[in-house]
C-alpha cells in the first residue's frame, strides 16, 4: 500500500507511516500521479475536489492536518466510500498561545514601537502608549479546545473578567472557568474590551463579525482573530480600526491567504498581523504529523479513526 504525503510533513509521522507503507513525499516526482495508487493522502493545504475523488481509482483515506476540512470535498469523498479525518485538538495550545501574545502585542503597541526602533529614527515612547490587560473583560467566541485554553490564560494571567457565547455548546459547559454566558453578540459585545475569535467558518459563522458588530463594540476594544478570516467582514473591519473606533486588532488569518501589503489591513499600524502561524510550532508540527499518519493507518487496518469527519 502508498500513503502520499501531498503536502510538506514533519519527519515524525513519514517515519511511523513508513514502518507499515511505501511513503511518496511531496518533493518526489511520483506525487502528479497520486490519483492511480494512493491508498491513503496525507494533506495540509492542498484542496481536494469531486474530480479528485472521481479519478482516485484506490483511495480508502484522507487525513487532513488541523481542523479545517473546507477545502476538501466531504460530499464527494463520502459519495465514494473515502474516510476523511483530521486532527482537532493536536495544535489549540500553540494557537491560544498565539492568540494571547496577538492581545497582548496590540494592547502595548509592541510590533509599533519594534518598527520605530528599527527605523533608526528617535522614538518618543510617550507617542506609543498602550493599555494593561489586568482585570479587563474579555469576550470569547467558541467554548471548543482552543476557546477552553484562551480563557484559562485570560483569567489565570490577568484576572480577566470573561463573558463566553457559542450557542452549539450546553448551558453548563466550562463549570470550572468563571465566566458569564453571553445569549447574543448583542449582549455580549458592548461590554468588551478584548474580543477573542475561536469558531470555524461555516456558512452560519462567515461575515459574523461585520459593521453592525463591530459598531456594537466599545470603543477603544481590541479584536483577536486566530481562527478564520473569512469570519470578519475586513472591510468593515478597516473603517472600525482606521476611524480609531477599535483601538488595534491581532489577525492571523484573512479572507485572502497568505496576506500580503494588498490588503489594506497590513498598512494600519495598529494592526498585528502574522501568516495563519498560530499553529505554528515545532510540537505542534511532529505530533500532527503522527496523528495524520497513524489515523491513515488505523484506517487502512480497517479500525475507525479517531477524528473522523466523513
Known amino acids: 500500500m502508498k500513503i502520499y504525503a501531498l503536502d510538506q510533513f514533519d519527519e515524525a509521522g513519514l517515519a511511523l507511516a513508513a514502518q507499515?507503507?511505501?511513503?511518496?513525499?511531496?518533493?518526489?516526482?511520483?506525487?502528479?500521479?497520486?490519483?492511480?495508487?494512493?491508498?491513503?493522502?496525507?494533506?495540509r493545504l492542498t484542496p481536494l475536489t469531486a474530480e479528485d475523488f472521481a479519478r482516485a481509482r484506490k483511495l480508502r483515506a484522507v487525513c487532513k492536518q488541523g481542523v479545517g476540512v473546507e477545502s476538501i470535498d466531504l460530499v464527494a469523498a463520502t459519495a465514494r466510500g473515502i474516510t476523511v479525518c483530521n486532527t482537532p485538538g493536536v495544535n489549540?495550545?500553540?494557537v491560544a498561545e498565539l492568540a494571547l501574545v496577538l492581545g497582548l502585542s496590540v494592547g502595548r503597541r509592541v510590533a509599533e514601537m519594534d518598527r520605530a526602533v528599527r527605523s533608526g529614527n528617535r522614538v518618543l515612547r510617550e507617542n506609543y502608549l498602550g493599555v494593561e490587560s489586568w482585570g479587563r473583560t474579555v469576550g470569547i467566541i467558541g467554548m471548543g479546545n482552543i476557546g477552553t485554553k484562551v480563557a484559562r490564560k485570560w483569567h489565570g494571567a490577568f484576572s480577566s473578567r470573561l463573558i463566553a457565547y457559542d450557542p452549539y455548546v450546553p448551558a453548563g459547559h466550562w463549570p470550572d472557568i468563571p465566566h458569564t454566558r453571553a445569549a447574543s453578540l448583542e449582549e455580549m459585545l458592548p461590554?468588551?474590551?478584548?474580543?477573542?475569535?475561536?469558531?470555524?467558518?461555516?456558512?452560519?459563522?462567515r461575515g459574523m463579525i461585520g459593521a453592525h458588530a463591530l459598531s456594537l463594540m466599545k470603543p477603544g476594544a481590541i479584536l483577536v482573530n486566530a481562527a478564520r478570516g473569512g469570519i470578519v467582514d475586513e472591510a468593515a473591519l478597516y473603517k472600525a480600526l482606521s476611524s480609531g473606533h477599535l483601538f488595534g486588532a491581532g489577525l492571523d488569518v484573512f479572507a485572502v491567504e497568505p496576506p500580503t501589503t494588498d490588503n489594506p489591513?497590513?498598512?494600519?499600524p495598529n494592526v498585528v498581523s502574522t501568516p495563519h502561524a498560530a499553529g505554528g510550532t515545532l510540537d505542534t508540527q511532529r505530533n500532527s504529523s503522527l496523528a495524520v499518519a497513524g489515523q491513515l493507518l488505523d484506517v487502512l487496518d480497517g479500525k475507525e479513526p479517531w477524528a473522523r469527519v466523513a
Open 92 to 94: 489549540s495550545e500553540a
Open 265 to 268: 489591513l497590513v498598512s494600519l
Open 191 to 205: 461590554q468588551l474590551d478584548l474580543l477573542t475569535l475561536h469558531l470555524p467558518l461555516t456558512a452560519g459563522s
Open 20 to 43: 507499515r507503507v511505501e511513503i511518496v513525499r511531496w518533493d518526489d516526482p511520483r506525487r502528479r500521479n497520486w490519483h492511480e495508487d494512493a491508498d491513503g493522502l496525507m494533506v
